[in-house]
């Protein structure tokens, strides 16, 4: 399941809080766990990164590891509103390694008044 994130280019110190879940949608243990925010410039049209390279590698907080919860702040976004984006969690546990796919980013170059 992709979910979307709505940022604004310049915006900083944005807290994006994550449950990890399995698949059966039951909360996973992150106790002691490392958590890694990366995210790539993604083409939706070929359903491709774009280069593979990583425009954002954000090492994150676990905030309440038994009920999978997990922080990151954002830096300052920089990331091009032109452009797609998609993002992934990496979970690394002392036995296994859990990936979330699915992060989408859109960036916004303002914030549009109402």
Sequence with gaps: MQRTYTLVKGMANFKLQYTVKDADGVVEDITSATVVLKVRQFNFD???????????????????????????????????????????????????VLIVPGLRFEILSSVEPD
């Design 46 to 96: 070929t359903n491709q990164f774009e280069d593979g390279a990583l425009a954002l590698e954000i090492t994150g907080d676990v905030t309440d590891g038994a009920n999978g919860k997990c922080e990151f702040t954002m830096p300052e976004i920089t990331l091009d509103p032109d452009e797609d984006w998609l993002g992934e969690i990496e979970i690394t546990l002392i036995d296994k």
